[in-house]
């Protein structure tokens, strides 16, 4: 079957799952349901063979099965892949969300700019016209203000004559179109530097907020949120961590495991995402700390560019949070961890039992790892590794072993007791043991732990297991404006191109890329018109390569005269005599000869 013909088959599955679904009264994305379907083909308990074509009977039940984990809501592990797809769908990194944001503000920009730029003023009014067109495009590229605005308008066209007057209009009109582009650019920046600096003196600034007040106000407030529903979503993770350990020592089993290892992974989940989200918070006090430096020091135009650049990072930072705080409040609605035991019988179950959170985990003073009795394995420790705390653990800093022998218990490593590095990765572990026996037979942990994730397919987004499964993309390195969490494998063709000049300072100004350039320049050095081209063979370039010579053709030549001229043949004159009563008769031919 071809990728196309593959491919189609996957639709129709999506498609049929998703109109079952839809009967039973539940909505569900493409999404979810491609990112289900490869959950159960992976999954070695349901029997699908992945390198053979699949009948209809295996459509069928990878059907039913598909919608009967898409229909138990009761389920944790759905509430977790529900909330993965839906922190994919909607969360973008901090550079990438201002880069979407600084395009949607130059898209309304571009028919306006072409008017600037293409415009051919001659008269008054059309170089009056010319100027108000540019004041709109300051304002609408500042974002600082309405272009109805009267008030508005008139503070930017007086920002704007004191650094662009009308009469340099001509010299405007002069420079190329790319120019002219770049200086609209420019004085956008500087006009909405002095627009901010007089609301600063309070001698204008009409209509512009008060960024640094509303993100002092609401800021703090939307971050104390966050970390407060983080320190819940720990303390949560903390103790069911603490009752699976309970059931794995003393095989008591108040709950079902499963169950409890389906919480956990929901809680953990939502903790990940939680901390990513207070990433975005942290880029406050250093924008208005360097703002504030800028209003105090803006006298000339480059610190009112930058007052202009650290405004409108100011303006993402305030997009960013409403959209971070969207983002939190949504991945509410996928907790299940917190309906599954009511605190009350959270109380009871750890009643006599120790809860240890993953810092006093990682504190407690544990046994190093002894590099000369695992001398085959490489190992990294705090004092012997440059940026130790910045190295990257497998399975996000869990203990590979735990996850293995426990069946699927999470124990936070601790990079202290030493960081094994095999095959250019790195893992931590929970105990010195923990260690040796996954240092000893590594391949055989890590592939165990790629069979736990297709049985928990949770697991492959929380332990960051992409690499183990090609198909499947993390959120951390989507593209922009991709969001499925399935793709397909394929292979494409690329091609690169290196630099001509890596180096600034060994530019070459006569470079030419161009062969049919470089041929115009050869014959034109050359100058065959007046040269004899020659060429010659011998013995060692004998059958090597053809040769070819050019010549320039003779031209036709014409020569005209000022008047026609013409030439006659001479008249035939025959006398004849004796006819005067003469008896004998003689002709007599009188022509001259035609080459006289």
């Not at 800028?294 to 610190?303: I, L, V």
Request: with cysteine; proline share 3%.
């Amino acid at each position: 079957m071809s990728s196309s013909q593959a491919e189609g088959v996957i639709r129709t599955i999506i498609r049929e799952i998703a109109q079952t679904c839809l009967s039973r009264g539940q909505s569900l994305s493409e999404t979810l349901i491609a990112f289900m379907v490869k959950a159960v083909v992976l999954d070695p308990r349901n029997q699908f063979n992945v390198d053979r074509t699949l009948t209809k009977q295996d459509v069928q039940k990878l059907i039913e099965l598909c919608v009967d984990r898409l229909m138990d809501q009761t389920s944790p592990t759905l509430n977790t892949i529900k909330m993965q797809v839906y922190f994919d769908m909607n969360y973008t990194s901090r550079r990438e969300f201002l880069e979407v944001q600084q395009k949607v503000l130059q898209s309304r920009l571009p028919s306006l700019s072409r008017e600037i730029t293409d415009s051919r003023a001659k008269t008054r009014e059309d170089l009056k016209s010319l100027y108000g067109k540019i004041v709109s495009y300051v304002i609408q590229r500042s974002n600082l203000g309405s272009a109805t605005d009267i008030s508005t308008v008139r503070e930017t066209t007086a920002a704007l004559q004191s650094v662009f007057p009308q009469a340099q209009l001509a010299t405007f009109m002069s420079l190329l179109k790319q120019d002219k582009e770049q200086q609209l650019s420019e004085l956008a920046l500087i006009v909405s530097g002095i627009r901010l600096f007089n609301k600063d003196s309070r001698k204008g600034g009409e209509g512009i907020q008060n960024l640094p007040a509303a993100l002092n106000e609401t800021l703090p407030a939307a971050a104390a949120d966050i970390e407060s529903e983080l320190a819940g979503c720990e303390r949560l993770a903390w103790q069911y961590t603490a009752l699976l350990e309970k059931i794995c020592e003393r095989n008591e089993c108040p709950v079902h495991p499963d169950l409890l290892k389906q919480a956990l992974y929901n809680t953990r989940q939502h903790e990940a995402f939680l901390r990513l989200i207070l990433v975005g918070f942290t880029v406050r006090e250093s924008l208005i700390r360097s703002l504030l430096i800028y209003k105090r020091h803006s006298s000339c135009q480059p610190h009112f560019t930058a007052l202009a650049s650290l405004w409108t990072g100011l303006e993402g930072q305030m997009l960013l949070l409403s959209m971070l705080t969207n983002v939190a409040s949504g991945l509410r609605a996928f907790l299940s961890a917190q309906s599954l035991l009511s605190p009350d019988q959270v109380e009871l179950l750890l009643h006599g039992l120790q809860v240890q959170t993953d810092a006093d985990r990682c504190s407690v003073t544990a046994e190093r790892v002894v590099e000369s009795e695992m001398s085959s394995c490489e190992w990294c420790f705090p004092e012997s590794t440059a940026h130790f705390e910045d190295v990257p653990l497998q399975y996000k800093g869990f203990c590979g072993f735990t996850l293995v022998k426990n069946n699927g218990l999470l124990l936070p490593g601790n990079p202290k007791i030493g960081v094994l590095k095999h095959k250019e990765k790195y893992y931590a572990f929970s105990s010195r043991s923990a260690a040796y026996e996954f240092a000893s037979k590594a391949d055989e942990f890590i592939a165990a732990a790629v069979e736990m994730a297709k049985r928990q397919p949770e697991l492959i987004q929380l332990l960051q297991l992409h690499q183990e499964f090609a198909s499947v993309t993390p959120y951390s390195e989507m593209q922009s404006g991709e969001k499925l969490l399935v793709k397909t494998i394929s292979k494409s063709d690329a091609s690169m191109q290196t630099e001509t000049h890596p180096l600034e300072t060994n530019i070459v100004k006569s470079y030419e890329w161009n062969e049919w350039e470089l041929r115009r320049r050869a014959i034109k050095l050359a100058n065959l018109r007046n040269k004899v081209t020659r060429s010659m063979q011998t013995h060692a370039s004998h059958m090597r390569r053809h040769n070819s010579t050019q010549t320039f053709l003779p031209k036709d030549a014409v020569s005209q005269t000022k008047r026609d001229g013409e030439s006659n043949v001479p008249k035939a004159q025959v006398y004849l005599s004796g006819l005067r009563g003469g008896t004998n008769m003689m002709k007599l031919d009188l022509t001259r000869a035609v080459d006289e």
